[in-house]
């Protein structure tokens, strides 16, 4: 395990990065007076990485989400994606957004083609692939359901299906199992690992969950309370495939430990 300060980890101009994140910083206005969400934020992830990003609730996890997808733009900063020409972010990256953003008139099958559908893949050939993926979302036998029809849980599971679907070179993930129970999270969790082992795209994980986070993740970035700064890296340097009888090993608990101290000392007056 190595731990770093996120001062000395930050500089990451050195990098091979597929996504790269220099001093990324974003003002909003509430109540007519400004709110600084983001200060001077630098991330990277790697070609094929899965990195994670944990802090307390409002400091800013969605919006620098919202930035790197090119739904949102910082105040000042750079974005770098590799392969992406610059401004030209927004459609390129697969984002699952933390609020499920299903089409009430659409039916399951229907919903989760739509990443294929925008991109002009023939419709027989998309529902095709996502009717060959209901099995391993636990949504077999839904195929027909409007969203009204579905839990909490199955809605994520069809908005993460939509986005694996999408099949860009970078997700984004924004709590994309915080609706589920313990016992179908830790199922998600092996699957996520194994579906990511076997595609290797880059991934970017917003959590809560410090143990999903260091079981699926190379790195985890640990933010500061608004306004949002990177205040910790921990690099995850664990074998994969990775068990999930790993949350007991020593090596594991230590890193939790380690995340959780950082957390923790943001936690106190964090105000959305
Ligand atoms: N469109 C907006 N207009 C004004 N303020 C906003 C807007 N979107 C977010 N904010 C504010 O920016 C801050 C960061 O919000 P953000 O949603 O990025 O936090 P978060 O870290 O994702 O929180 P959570 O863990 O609860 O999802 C919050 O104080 C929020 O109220
Ligand atoms: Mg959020």
Redesign the pocket.
Known sequence: MTAEPATQAESTAHVDAKIRLDRVSKT???DGAP?P?LDGVRFFARDGEFVSIV??????????LNIIAGLDEPDSGEIHLDGIRPGKRLGQVGYMQ?KDLLFPWRNVVDNAVMGLELRGVPKRSSRERALDLMESFGLAGFESAYPHALSGGMRQRVSFLRTVLADQQIFLL??PLSALDALNRAQMQEWMQHTWLSLRKTVVL?T?DVDEAVFLSDRVYV?TA?P?RMKLVLDVDLPRPRSLDLLTDPEFVAMKARLLSAIRGESVGAT?
């Open positions: 909003r206005m509430r709110l969400v802090g307390p609730s409002g400091c800013g996890k969605s919006t620098l933390q924004d709590e917003v809560h933010m608004r949002g959305r």
